[in-house]
């Protein structure tokens, strides 16, 4: 059974940074990418980040590019979504996934396992 366990989200003014976190367990984590989404309030969830399984290659959501970072430590089975320059519009609740495989993607459909999300609001 896999359980991913999300932290770091809350409040913030806009400007300013978050780090979310991604704990895993169930799985060998260093075996499959990690994405991170997100979903407002009335819209569908959204692709924001993902990492393969080694970490070398990384995607991001054109929205997020040059503010977000994305990245793991396998030792700890932890990943992780540094946010910097916060927005208004990047107020959500982000969740951590599990690919089916070690290769980044961008695809939802590509993830089996999902945390139970962390609320990010960012104040204007």
């Known amino acids: 059974q896999v359980q991913l366990v999300e932290s770091g989200g809350g409040l913030v003014q806009a400007g300013g940074s978050l780090r979310l976190s991604c704990t895993a367990s169930?799985?060998?984590?260093?075996?499959?990418?990690m994405g991170w989404f997100r979903q407002a309030p009335g819209k569908e969830r959204e692709f924001v980040s993902s990492?393969?399984?080694?970490?070398?290659?990384?995607y991001y959501a054109d929205s997020v590019k040059g503010r977000f970072t994305i990245s793991r430590d396998n030792v700890a089975n932890t990943a992780y979504l540094q946010m910097n320059s916060l927005k208004p519009e990047d107020t959500a609740v982000y969740y951590c996934?599990?690919?089916?495989?070690?290769?980044?993607?961008?695809?939802?459909?590509?993830?089996?396992?999902w945390g139970q999300g962390t609320q990010v609001t960012v104040s204007s």
């Open positions: 169930g799985r060998t984590f260093s075996y499959y990418a």
């Open positions: 990492i393969s399984g080694s970490g070398r290659t990384t």
């Open positions: 996934a599990v690919a089916r495989s070690w290769v980044a993607t961008i695809r939802l459909v590509e993830y089996d396992y």
